[in-house]
Nanobody
Framework: QVQLVESGGGSVQAGGSLTLFCVASGSIYRQNCMAWFRQVPGKEREGIASISTSGSPIYADSVKGRFTISQTNTNTIYLQMNSLKPEDTAMYYC??????????????????WGQGTQVTVSS
C-alpha cells in the first residue's frame, strides 16, 4: 500500500507562483511513476505533469513552460507552478503507479491517489 499526502495549495493572484508537495509513504519504492492531476467540479480529471524514476518529465500543453515537476527523493515530488492563471484554479492531486512503459502517462490510470490540495488563482 502507498499513501500520498499533498500540501502547498492556497490562493494566489494571477501571475503568482505556488509550490505543491506530495509526500509518499508505504511501498512507494515499488512505484516508478508519479504524477500531478487537477480537477474542476463537473469536468474530467486532467493530467498535467508526470515523472518517472528513469525518464524525463512529461507536461500537458496547458502547463508546459510554466510548471515544473521534480522528484527530490524516492518519496517526495513537488510541482513548481509559475505564471499562474485563473484557469489553473482546481483541486490538485498527486498519483503514483508501477509501470513497465518507458514513460509515465498523463491519463488517470494510476493506482494510488492523494486527497488533493486546492489551488485558487484570482484575476
Amino acid at each position: 500500500q502507498v499513501q500520498l499526502v499533498e500540501s502547498g495549495g492556497g490562493s494566489v493572484q494571477a501571475g503568482g507562483s505556488l509550490t505543491l508537495f506530495c509526500v509518499a509513504s508505504g511501498s512507494i519504492y515499488r512505484q516508478n511513476c508519479m504524477a500531478w492531476f487537477r480537477q474542476v467540479p463537473g469536468k474530467e480529471r486532467e493530467g498535467i505533469a508526470s515523472i518517472s524514476t528513469s525518464g524525463s518529465p512529461i507536461y500537458a500543453d496547458s502547463v508546459k513552460g510554466r510548471f515544473t515537476i521534480s522528484q527530490t527523493n524516492t518519496n517526495t515530488i513537488y510541482l513548481q507552478m509559475n505564471s499562474l492563471k485563473p484557469e489553473d484554479t482546481a483541486m490538485y492531486y498527486c498519483a503514483a503507479k508501477l509501470t513497465t512503459s518507458s514513460h509515465c502517462t498523463l491519463l488517470p490510470a494510476y493506482t494510488y491517489w492523494g486527497q488533493g490540495t486546492q489551488v485558487t488563482v484570482s484575476s
